[in-house]
């Protein structure tokens, strides 16, 4: 009920395209705003992007916009992140998180997190 569990990571050549997904449950995405965050080997952790409880708004990363785009089907309970002419510097572990509905841009508290998928680009 409160899980949220990622896929679709891989490696890819830069340049190239990946879809992630997060698959959570309809309790969680009608009430938390959902983020997707990276984390690098030896980095923090940063915020990628966000899409609002409702759906309405998004806001993504400087290092990002552009080039991800996110999105969210209600039906499959599922948040995406679009991620195209990737870079060598996108390579992290990509989490997504329910943060508090209360603060904007996921920048509030993260009450649940997913297990994570690594991303890696690479020639």
């Known amino acids: 009920q409160f899980q949220l569990v990622e896929s679709g990571g891989g490696l890819v050549q830069p340049g190239g395209s990946l879809r992630l997904s997060c698959v959570t449950s309809?309790?969680?995405?009608?009430?938390?705003?959902i983020g997707w965050f990276r984390q690098a080997a030896g980095g923090e952790r940063e915020a990628v992007s966000c899409?609002?409880?409702?759906?309405?708004?998004?806001n993504y990363a400087d290092s990002v916009k552009g080039r991800f785009t996110i999105s969210r089907d209600n039906a499959k309970n599922t948040v995406y992140l679009q991620m195209h002419s990737l870079k060598p510097e996108d390579t992290a572990i990509y989490y997504c998180?329910?943060?508090?509905?209360?603060?904007?841009?996921?920048?509030?508290?993260?009450?649940?997190w997913g297990q994570g998928t690594q991303v890696t680009v690479s020639s």
């Open positions: 998180a329910a943060a508090s509905p209360r603060v904007p841009d996921c920048s509030g508290y993260k009450f649940h």
């Open positions: 309809k309790l969680i995405l009608d009430y938390y705003n």
């Open positions: 899409i609002s409880s409702s759906g309405g708004k998004t």
